[in-house]
């Protein structure tokens, strides 16, 4: 496959029908959102870039609120291959760092903001709006989760990949999104994707190569814009030369759970010593013969051992 770069323009060109309401959060395109969704990255547009939810103040505010572990932050100098998460500490506090954005070199996420009411309230309508414009296919809507990133002038976010569909929201700032075909099995591997979905929570690392570049599409995102990203579709980001301030949000669907289950499973066929169990996609009729009948035996199991 031939590299696909989008020019800027391009990128930022929205369909003549995405619909704008001013009541509504986002700007999208039936056609386009029924068409595309967790198949491949577009466009969207949004009416958050004056949101007061996501002023600076608002969000340290907001970071002093959640529970510790719902906060996240390193070093923004940090090399592609790095892994989310594993960059080296700035030295400073929370709020120190948020306050010194502009200047300390730091990436920042605020995770699960769904736990405030008022970003709860923001992330269901903006969810809501997706549900009803892009219907079946994003039904049932489970696990909503919103996070806010906020990163230095210059920032990376290394190559990775993330298990729920999402809309990455830029509010502040620009970067630069590179972002793969999850399809693209010389990126990411059936094995890469065993890894991924029986490895524990963060500890999976996608190594960067040089060749990947070739491979990815390249998205501008700017104030009003956003991208959606297709479940497991590897990514790295390039913060521009401002602060960025970016929201994200995501849910799954029974779609993400039996995938996850059909991966785990040829990765236990794979240590039994079956070489090349059948790629998952392949064959819908034996992915269901795979998962049912893996559900059906956890239920038994369950039920023969009920005390
Ligand atoms: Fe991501």
Redesign the pocket.
């Known amino acids: 496959m031939s590299s696909i770069a989008i020019s800027k323009s391009a990128a930022a060109s929205l369909p003549a029908s995405a619909v704008s309401q001013t009541d509504e959060p986002l700007i999208l395109d039936a056609t386009t959102l029924q068409s595309n969704l967790n198949r491949q990255p577009f466009i969207i547009g949004h009416n958050l870039a004056n949101h007061p939810l996501f002023t600076l103040s608002r969000l340290i505010e907001l970071s002093t609120s959640l529970p510790e572990d719902c906060v996240a932050y390193n070093s923004g100098d940090v090399s592609l291959s790095q892994g ?1 998460y594993r960059g080296p500490r700035n030295g400073l506090s929370i709020e120190e760092t948020l306050r010194q954005i502009e200047e300390c070199r730091s990436w920042m996420v605020l995770k699960f903001v769904e736990k405030d009411p008022e970003y709860k309230e923001l992330l269901d309508e903006c969810l809501d709006q997706i549900g009803k414009t892009a219907g079946p296919i994003a039904t049932p809507m489970m696990k909503r989760e919103g996070f806010v990133f906020i990163s230095s002038p210059g920032s990376i ?1 290394p190559l ?3 298990p729920e569909y ?1 809309f ?1 929201l830029q509010i502040r700032g620009r970067k630069i999104v590179n972002i793969i075909d999850p399809a693209d099995r010389s990126v990411l591997s059936e094995s890469d994707l065993e890894r991924y979905y029986t490895a524990p929570s963060g500890e999976f690392v996608l190594g960067f190569e040089e060749r990947f570049r070739e491979r990815a599409r390249v998205f501008e995102l700017e104030p009003g814009r956003g991208l959606h ?1 297709p479940v497991t579709a590897p ?1 790295w ?1 390039e913060n521009g030369s401002q602060v960025s301030i970016s929201f ?1 949000i995501t849910f799954e669907t029974p779609f993400c759970e039996r995938r996850k289950t059909l991966y785990a499973l040829n990765s236990r066929l794979r240590k039994l010593g079956v070489r090349n169990p059948i790629s998952i996609g392949r064959s819908n009729t034996i992915d269901n013969v795979k998962y049912f009948g893996l559900r059906a035996l956890s239920r038994a199991k369950r039920l023969l051992t009920k005390p």
Do not use: A, K, P
């Open positions: 989310l976010t990775h990949v993330d999402n990455l990203f990514h980001v994200s």
